[in-house]
């Protein structure tokens, strides 16, 4: 399939994608965003306000002179706690730049890293309402799953990292790379990595090494663009954006499988425990009945 295709094809499944999630009782993973919410932003909070306390408390102690007599010790013992109560809110305050500076660049493969055990679940369930496939729990199973989806969010941080430093240095050479084209073509190769992030789980299940997975991604980066460009947006709005992403990642997933299925048929996949749908069932036992009430008319005659 072409790259453009494979594209329509990722963008696509996304109706469908909410459709399931509202319809076949997928709707209570959107409980896991909320959570993931408000756990970062407890810890990001307490995180932020014990660095501060501890560089005030380092502040008021490295300016106690007792038993020095240079120039000024004096005056600087005397006003330890004005400094050191500066220099707290001044970590504060650069604290709290930087973390929605690295969380706005990252929080993307952060969401796919913290909530990675969620989405593999969610995969699984989407490919057995879509198949009627089912994997039987394995604890270690699960555990290689969640350090599979880390691993490849690393990877994918990493290389976006890489593209990110050569594009900024390349700017300097090429202004044209600069301002808007730049951020274009990053946008869209962090689209391509959230998509592949997304797209794995269902390689996994396929017994896929990473190796394999990436040569399946390269080979459809249409399908992994078009799937992650939607995350892409969402972490891209201002100062909501973070929040958002999260619960369109579990949209995200979802078409993913919807996504992979279309293109390679995961009721083919021979690790699975596979039980026919209810559908299928009844076609067949009509048509098993109208070959036994064919051969009671042949007997008749």
């Not at 072409?2 to 109706?15: E, W």
């Not at 005397?78 to 500066?86: D, K, Q, R, V």
Request: with cysteine; proline share 2%; hydrophobic share 50%.
């Amino acid at each position: 399939m072409s790259l453009f295709k494979n594209f329509g094809v990722g963008i696509g499944a996304y109706g469908k994608a909410l459709s399931m999630l509202f319809t076949k009782q997928l709707w209570w993973f959107l409980l896991f965003p909320i959570a993931f919410n408000v756990i970062v932003m407890i810890a990001s909070w307490f995180g932020i306000v014990s660095l501060s306390d501890a560089a005030e408390a380092w502040a008021k102690g490295a300016l106690q002179f007792n038993d020095d007599s240079f120039f000024l010790a004096e005056y600087l013992q005397s006003s330890s706690g004005a400094i050191s109560t500066i220099v707290g809110w001044a970590v504060w305050f650069i604290s709290k730049v930087l973390f929605f500076v690295l969380y706005g660049m990252f929080g993307g493969y952060i969401i796919i890293m913290l909530m990675s055990p969620v989405f593999a679940v969610l995969s699984e369930k989407t490919e057995e309402m879509l198949t009627g496939n089912k994997y039987p729990f394995n604890g270690d199973q699960m555990m290689r799953d969640v350090v599979r989806g880390v691993l490849i969010a690393f990877r994918n941080m990493f290389i976006e990292m890489g593209y990110m430093i050569a594009i900024f240095i390349l700017s300097f050479f090429i202004p044209v790379l600069g301002g808007i084209i730049g951020t274009i073509i990053l946008f869209f190769i962090a689209s391509y990595f959230y998509g592949f992030a997304f797209i794995d789980y269902n390689n996994e299940r396929r017994r896929m090494t990473l190796k394999q997975s990436v040569q399946f991604i390269r080979k459809n980066k249409g399908l992994a663009i078009g799937n992650g460009l939607i995350f892409s947006l969402a972490m891209f709005i201002p100062f909501c954006g973070n929040l958002i992403a999260g619960f369109v990642a579990i949209v995200s997933v979802i078409a993913a499988t919807i996504a992979t299925h279309q293109l390679v048929d995961l009721s083919n996949n021979p690790y699975a425990n596979q039980h026919k749908k209810e559908a299928d069932v009844d076609v067949e036992a009509k048509s098993v009945e109208d070959n036994t009430k064919r051969l009671d008319d042949g007997k008749e005659d």
